[in-house]
């Protein structure tokens, strides 16, 4: 009965212990991915100005090298949208805050262990980053997937302590 009991208070103690360390993983886990979402926003808000901003530097560009000529105004909208097609990253935006979601929601699961998941999601979250990254051409976007980047890699060292 006296080692019983004490094997018993062990357990507990041990179930309290992995629990609290849990609950401050996940904390650190979610804060991180709050960063991540950000940072997201970020991106998709300069997104939106890229294009725009990348017209405005071809018509210089064009009109230091032509001068006088007159320019075509067709020709350089169809290099504006076929820019404005290879650069769009909405579609991995989207894709990146599906996985952010899908990420919290397995945290949050009680149905077992979700370390494999964890790192499942966390890998396709990498992937679109990194698609966003070498898609996107504009130097506050490469910025922020940096530190997307960073972030990602510090979940990624947590969630190699999750059961």
């Known amino acids: 009965p006296l080692l019983a009991q004490a094997l018993d208070e062990a ?43 990348h017209s405005v530097r071809l018509r210089q560009r064009i009109a230091e090298l032509l001068g006088e000529v007159p320019l075509d105004e067709q020709r350089l909208m169809t290099e504006v949208a076929v820019f404005a097609e290879r650069s769009d990253i909405t579609e991995e935006l989207t894709r990146l805050r599906s996985h952010i979601t899908q990420f919290r929601d397995d945290l949050s699961s009680n149905s077992g262990p979700v370390g494999r998941k964890l790192e499942f999601v966390l890998q396709e979250m990498g992937r679109e980053t990194n698609t966003i990254g070498s898609k996107a051409n504009d130097l506050e976007i490469a910025r922020a997937i940096i530190v997307i980047k960073g972030e990602l890699e510090s979940v990624r060292e947590q969630v190699q302590n999750i059961e």
């Open 11 to 53: 357990l507990a103690g041990l179930v309290a212990m992995r629990e609290g360390e849990g609950a401050r993983l996940a904390a650190d886990l979610r804060g991180r991915l709050d960063r991540v979402e950000a940072r997201a926003r970020e991106i998709e808000t300069r997104a939106t100005v890229v294009v725009a901003e």
